[in-house]
């Protein structure tokens, strides 16, 4: 039976997140938080790019791609409403 593909990126990105926020609690506490959000991101861009090479690579354009991820974090980060805690 096929695996639903919304199903699979539920479970599959909580696996990710897990493996990331593990990840980053043990190797980047002593960093500053703008390193370790940009050590975080550029490890989930390598990830995503990874995804995106074999459509690129048989000629998808890779600002098609860029712009339909662009879209689907839009929709994912719309449902985050920022609360009103200083920010450290």
Same mark, same amino acid.
């Given at each position: @039976?096929?695996?639903?593909? @919304?199903?699979? $990126? /539920?479970?599959?990105?909580?696996?990710?997140? #897990?493996?990331?926020?593990?990840?980053? #609690?043990?190797?980047?506490?002593?960093? +500053?938080?703008?390193?370790?959000?940009?050590?975080?991101?550029? $490890?989930?861009?390598?990830?995503? $790019?990874?995804?995106?090479? /074999?459509p690129v690579a048989r000629g998808v354009p890779a600002a098609k791609l860029v712009a339909?991820?662009? #879209?689907?974090?839009?929709?994912i980060l719309s449902q985050v409403h920022p609360n009103?805690?200083?920010? +450290?």
């Amino acid at each position: @039976m096929p695996t639903n593909p @919304m199903e699979f $990126a /539920d479970r599959v990105g909580a696996e990710l997140s #897990r493996l990331l926020g593990e990840r980053s #609690r043990a190797e980047l506490l002593q960093l +500053k938080q703008d390193e370790q959000f940009s050590a975080a991101i550029g $490890a989930s861009l390598l990830c995503v $790019a990874e995804v995106l090479r /074999d459509p690129v690579a048989r000629g998808v354009p890779a600002a098609k791609l860029v712009a339909i991820c662009g #879209r689907q974090l839009e929709g994912i980060l719309s449902q985050v409403h920022p609360n009103n805690s200083p920010q +450290k």
